[in-house]
């Protein structure tokens, strides 16, 4: 995507790169056509007869009141408890306008707080102001930042209601230039714990960190005088823009590995026209790695995971068409977070990638994954027994005694 020549101008959109897309591990055939929201998996509970149940309503009822504690650790009133208190403040900004059908950061972006200011500063420096940009979304939160062309390919085909789930514009601004995207670190304590409340506790604290943060990005982008909208799950795809953003790479289990946390770690995105240097995309052998490893598919209890390399092949409607990526059985995967009455992360936890890269000897490990060893450092993982779940009762006992961390 080029620049215009003049950085203070709002070109409405370019056509996407081939060679950014190549760098970013991304492949589309002549079959892709861009996602509608109301074949998300979460949409689909609600209204498709095909997969809704019962216990699909329980789960998310489970979020509104704590529910009954159950047999096994991991799932007490105490951790119901925990989880549900993470995910208060994203709460407080999706309930705003539930009864309209609007859950802001899920089916519709977040809500600004006040109007684009009508005077524009004027971007001299496009550097300058691509370095504030980044560090004021840390100042706000964010834990890494990149910065993506727009690309319509990734904005949903429409907008859902959340009360009658019928179809609408998304209600997108024009001349859209850039995406910023933010990474929020989850807690490797508490995900070593999955499934358990206390690891759905991670995924809600994340959730509530980025409600926070977008919500105060997008709004000093607007004081500025340029347009910003606020996203999570809303509005458009995020992983492909990590991807083009420089964040990470694409895994079989269909997260982004980041150099920083791993496949620990929750996106979200602002979308401006404020004028912006793009980041480039960068590998980091992870794709090579996947091609050798199913640690996850072999953990996934219901075999929601593709042991076979990337193909455009669509388990279901809630997979989108004519990518050429590893894709999940959602059906499967939402149905066993149902009967948990939780989230499930496990192919998160066992994954080999799972590491806190500050440590000099993850690090180690880091380089050597991107090289022929990496076949003997998925034996070690199987001897060593990394990725084993921690009860949830230990993360109680070390949080109490203030040791509540992990060196892994």
């Known amino acids: 995507m080029n620049q215009s020549t003049d950085i203070n101008s709002s070109p409405a959109m370019a056509d996407y790169d081939e060679q950014r897309d190549a760098a970013a591990g991304i492949q589309t055939t002549s079959r892709f056509a861009r996602f509608s929201q109301r074949n998300d998996m979460f949409n689909r509970a609600f209204w498709d007869d095909q997969v ?9 009822d489970s979020y509104r009141r704590v529910p009954d504690s159950r047999r096994g650790g991991g799932f007490t009133q105490k951790d119901f408890a925990l989880r549900n208190a993470a995910w208060a403040v994203s709460d407080e900004f999706s309930s705003r306008g539930e009864t309209d059908g609007i859950r802001e950061g899920f089916n519709a972006p977040l809500q600004p707080t006040a109007d684009v200011a009508p005077d524009r500063v004027e971007v001299e420096d496009l550097d300058d102001m691509t ?22 390919r990734w904005t949903y085909s429409n907008r859902v209601s ?16 850039s995406v910023v995207v933010l990474g929020h670190e989850m807690d490797s304590a508490m995900v070593a714990t999955y499934p358990s409340a206390v690891a759905g506790a991670a995924t809600g604290n994340a959730y509530s960190e980025e409600a926070a943060t977008v919500i105060r990005l997008s709004q000093y982008i607007r004081n500025l005088g340029w347009q910003a909208v606020g996203s999570m799950n809303d509005s458009a795809l995020v992983i492909p823009y990590a991807l083009q953003a420089g964040l990470g790479e694409y895994a079989r289990n269909q997260l982004v590995i980041t150099p920083e946390f791993g496949p620990r770690v929750r996106f979200s995105k602002v979308l401006t026209d404020l004028p912006l240097r793009h980041d480039q995309p960068r590998l980091l052998g992870v794709r090579q790695f996947c091609d050798v490893c199913t640690r996850c598919v072999d953990a996934c209890p219901v075999k929601a995971l593709p042991s076979g390399p990337p193909s455009d092949v669509q388990p279901n409607r809630s997979a989108i068409q004519g990518v050429i990526k590893w894709t999940s059985d959602a059906e499967k995967c939402f149905g066993f977070w149902a009967d948990l009455r939780s989230d499930c992360a496990i192919c998160l936890r066992v994954c080999p990638w799972n590491r806190k890269f500050e440590h000099w000897w993850n690090q180690v490990w880091r380089w050597f994954a991107k090289t022929p060893a990496r076949g003997l450092l998925i034996k070690l993982e199987a001897i060593s027994k990394r990725g084993i779940r921690t009860p949830s009762t230990h993360w109680w006992k070390r949080m109490r005694s203030g040791t509540n961390s992990s060196t892994v």
């Open 131 to 152: 370095s504030e940009i980044k560090q004021i979304a840390k100042l706000f939160g964010a834990g890494i930042v990149g910065i993506a062309p727009y690309d319509p």
């Open 52 to 60: 809704r149940r019962p216990e699909m309503m329980e789960f998310f």
């Open 162 to 177: 959340s009360t009658t789930f019928e179809e609408d514009a998304t209600g997108l601004p024009q001349g859209l230039t």
